[in-house]
T-cell receptor, first 111, second 113 residues
Framework: DAKTTQPPSMDCAEGRAANLPCNHS???????VYWYRQIHSQGPQYIIHGLKNNETNEMASLIITEDRKSSTLILPHATLRDTAVYYC????????????FGQGTTLQVKP | KAGVTQTPRYLIKTRGQQVTLSCSPI?????VSWYQQTPGQGLQFLFEYFSETQRNKGNFPGRFSGRQFSNSRSEMNVSTLELGDSALYLC????????????FGDGTRLSIL
């Protein structure tokens, strides 16, 4: 079973920031938080990951709470092409290559 | 840099047949994982290969098997196909084992008639 909880769907206006929450209250100290997204008919796309510090790359920012029990993926200026299913995954070395996908959040970016 | 390449993109088979799917990882990547995606079960892990050895296996019957070659390319095989095997089969590669980002191909869509 997935170790994360995400809202099933969210809407965002084009050009605004999209903030996608994720709860992972049972995360272990050596487990990372990973984010992927899947656009219809494509394979999942890696977005970002972090352990305990906030992370930023060209696609998004990841904010992890101090107790590491939740995180937020931020798409700073959402476009229509960001419409996708977003998956938050807890992943550690004990997983041995196994990503456990939950149901994810379907983000709909509207014009 | 080329991404993960999966062939074929689409495949139609009948019950009882077998099928082999191919995956070429990103150059330099040595770990390959396979996943099955269906509308009912979502994305489920099949197995992971590193250095030509299966390192982890998901909860699938023995009809599902795989292998990895010395150049890191991987194949998965499904024997005695069932209607329920209709799915999108995804391959992902990463630099090595451990906590490394996995990068996915666009999958092979397998339909069983």
């Amino acid at each position: 079973d997935a170790k994360t909880t995400q809202p099933p769907s969210m809407d965002c206006a084009e050009g605004r920031a999209a903030n996608l929450p994720c709860n992972h209250s049972t995360i272990s100290g050596n487990e990372y938080v990973y984010w992927y997204r899947q656009i219809h008919s494509q394979g999942p796309q890696y977005i970002i990951h972090g352990l305990k510090n906030n992370e930023t790359n060209e696609m998004a920012s990841l904010i992890i709470t101090e107790d590491r029990k939740s995180s937020t993926l931020i798409l700073p200026h959402a476009t229509l092409r960001d419409t996708a299913v977003y998956y938050c995954i807890v992943f550690g070395s004990s997983n041995t290559g196994k990503l456990i996908f939950g149901q994810g959040t379907t983000l709909q970016v509207k014009p | 840099k080329a991404g993960v390449t999966q062939t074929p993109r689409y495949l139609i088979k009948t019950r009882g047949q077998q099928v082999t799917l191919s995956c070429s990882p990103i150059s330099g990547h040595r770990s390959v994982s396979w996943y099955q995606q269906t509308p009912g079960q979502g994305l489920q892990f099949l197995f992971e290969y590193f250095s030509e050895t299966q390192r982890n296996k998901g909860n699938f019957p023995g009809r599902f098997s795989g292998r990895q070659f010395s150049n890191s390319r991987s194949e998965m095989n499904v024997s005695t196909l069932e209607l329920g095997d209709s799915a999108l089969y995804l391959c992902a590669s990463s630099l090595a084992q451990g906590v490394q980002p996995q990068h996915f191909g666009d999958g092979t869509r397998l339909s069983i008639l």
